[in-house]
């Protein structure tokens, strides 16, 4: 059994995959207490489903591509049961981890989207780096970025750990702290092989919360 905040079809809203329709499967409970967090309704606030019901429910819905998200979605022990079984059901399936949990018993086959915290986070002492030696093809990595400080430091990251070109390196603005554009400009003028993204959910549905 799993505890579930949410099972939702919405639009992918970020990493490489923005833009296509995507069903969320959102986990409850979280280890990480990031200052600028959007869904601190999934600390605790779910309900407890089997894998089967979980996985029923996202086929109900149509599409392919199923992600599954939190809170943190490795802190319960059945997530990668879940995982496999929508491998074996035939669905591309996208893990959104915050970065401090290990990753390597996510089944094969699962694209991982792993969070670099940056210091405005609050959380940045809880990175675990040996997640990089685990990374693989499909997988990436995100650093929200709060501030010129976090940029600096992100870049910084990039740079001591060898990670440019080792797979797509998302830079994405805290929304309502940092201008897209002002992050825009500092990557362009260091000329940063990394992808500037937005929440595109927040776009298409600006002040909706749950089930974007």
């Given at each position: 059994m799993l505890r579930v905040n949410e099972i939702f079809h919405s639009i992918q809203g970020e990493s490489t995959h923005a833009g296509r329709p995507c069903v969320f499967v959102r986990l409850t409970g979280c280890n990480l207490r990031c200052v600028w967090c959007d869904t601190e309704y999934a600390f605790h606030e779910g309900r407890s489903m089997s894998v089967e019901q979980i996985v029923e429910q996202v086929e109900r819905c149509g599409t392919r591509l199923v992600e599954v998200t939190g809170g943190e979605p490795l802190l319960q022990d059945e997530t990668p049961t879940l995982m496999q079984a929508l491998l074996d059901r035939g669905f591309e399936v996208l893990l959104e981890t915050g970065g401090s949990l290990p990753i390597e018993g996510v089944p094969s086959g699962v694209k991982r989207i792993v969070d670099v915290k940056c210091p405005g986070s609050g959380e940045a002492e809880r990175n675990r780096w040996e997640n990089l030696e685990h990374l693989r093809g499909g997988d990436e990595l995100k650093f929200v970025i709060a501030s010129r400080a976090d940029y600096d430091w992100a870049v910084e990251q990039i740079a001591r750990r060898g990670l440019a070109g080792r797979c797509p390196l998302l830079f994405s603005p805290v929304h309502g702290d940092l201008e897209p554009a002002e992050l825009a400009d500092w990557v362009t003028a260091?000329?940063?092989?990394?992808?500037?993204?937005?929440?595109?959910?927040?776009?298409?549905?600006?002040g909706v919360v749950r089930g974007v």
């Open positions: 260091d000329a940063l092989d990394v992808r500037v993204q937005i929440q595109l959910h927040k776009v298409l549905w600006p």
